[in-house]
């Protein structure tokens, strides 16, 4: 998510994990196989300015 933020919008990697800290919500998806869990990570893109 770090990387993504970083390309898509031009934040710096300390500005992109700040922004991650606040604003990434982190689900459990998967967890069919225990202990291996799928973690989704979900970013509001309303949070940008258009």
Avoid at 22 to 50: G, H, K, M
Wanted: with cysteine; hydrophobic share 45%.
């Amino acid at each position: 998510m770090i990387d993504y933020i970083g390309e898509t919008r031009g934040y710096s990697r300390e500005q992109a994990y700040a922004l991650c800290s606040v604003a990434v919500n982190l689900r459990i998806s998967q967890v069919v196989d225990v202990p291996n869990l799928v973690v989704s990570a979900f970013l509001p893109l309303d949070i940008f300015e258009t």
